[in-house]
């Protein structure tokens, strides 16, 4: 594993977006009241002044492969890693850089990321467009073709942990792990401490539910319990669960109210990120330990989209946003 560092540069830009027709739908820049009584306007982000926020996102891109096959297995029917050109990859990195600049997120969460090459490939055309992260890192878990759990952040790094080999239990006793990466990342933005946790529960293609539980069981108790390690701390957790709002791991990610879901303050019917089967489902979340839920922006939860019922940036997903306070 390796760290990527830049320079820090760029605020992020505060942004909403509305999904409620079947035309293209662009995310347009939205005013945010400061605690000084002006308005950040769409120039919010990191700033000097008396009132700052955090842009977080969470956005699975979809089977971001690069162009080399690891597996040996790329071209069959049946494979499941992908090889492209290198002129196809870099129109993807671009695609995909194209996308993230719209959120202009302060911290990133990132699902299906093959490789750190993948990573640093869409930091770099990041930087090149104006929007540097100065701390990249991919919890890559040694597959070859695997696609994993990826962070871009603006912040300044403290330290990295990882949970995959957390043991879980199912309910019926079987001992399994998390499916990929559980990644934790503790960093600062100035004076106030972030960590930021990035997940990808268990996939319902081959469903295994009984694992998607105990992931989200388990995630619910390390989140919490870094909460509880670092009350000064703003927790945060985006991922791809994999579930929706009222499922059995999703109510056990809300179970004692440890965890707050941010996107709950929108109507249901803008949260949806996934649509399957003739249905908008709501599978991508943002939670904040409840402990700094007054942090998250009331009604900032965005879901950017290409179109109403569509995917974002080339990927069948739409991205999640939310700003949280930093005062």
Do not use: W
Not at 307 to 318: L, M
């Amino acid at each position: 594993m390796r760290f990527t560092f830049a320079l820090l540069a760029g605020f992020a830009a505060l942004a909403s977006a509305a999904a409620c027709s079947d035309e293209s739908v662009t995310p347009t820049p939205v005013p945010v009241v400061k605690s000084d009584g002006g308005s950040s306007g769409s120039s919010g982000g990191i700033d000097s002044g008396k009132s700052s926020s955090l842009r977080v996102a969470n956005f699975n891109v979809r089977r971001f492969f690069d162009a080399v096959c690891q597996s040996n297995d790329c071209t069959s029917p049946t494979s499941f890693e992908e090889v492209v050109t290198q002129a196809a990859f870099d129109a993807r990195v671009a695609q995909l850089a194209d996308a993230i600049a719209k959120i202009d997120p302060d911290i990133i969460t990132l699902e299906e990321v093959e490789t750190e090459g993948c990573l640093d490939a869409l930091a770099a055309k990041l930087a090149a467009n104006g929007k540097t992260y100065p701390l990249v890192h991919l919890g890559e878990t040694g597959s070859n073709g695997s696609v994993d759990v990826g962070i871009l952040s603006r912040g300044t790094l403290g330290e990295i942990k990882t949970h995959r080999d957390t043991p879980l239990v199912e309910a019926n006793g079987t001992k399994t792990t998390f499916t990929r990466e559980f990644l934790e990342v503790r960093m600062t933005f100035g004076a106030q401490a972030v960590v930021m946790f990035g997940a990808h529960f268990r996939s319902k293609a081959s469903d295994d539910p009984a694992r998607r539980l105990a992931e989200a069981k388990a995630a619910q108790a390390i989140v919490a319990g870094v909460g509880a390690e670092l009350p000064d701390a703003l927790v945060i957790l985006g991922g791809d669960l994999n579930d929706t709002p009222g499922s059995e791991p999703i109510n056990a990610m809300d179970l004692g109210g440890a965890l707050v879901r941010v996107a709950s303050d929108i109507p249901a019917a803008m949260q949806g990120t996934y649509f399957f089967q003739g249905t908008d489902q709501a599978i991508d979340h943002i939670y904040v330990v409840k402990a700094h839920a007054s942090s998250y922006v009331p009604m900032s939860a965005t879901v950017y989209r290409d179109s109403a019922k569509g995917g974002f940036g080339g990927s069948d997903h739409g991205a999640l946003a939310a700003d949280f306070s930093l005062d």
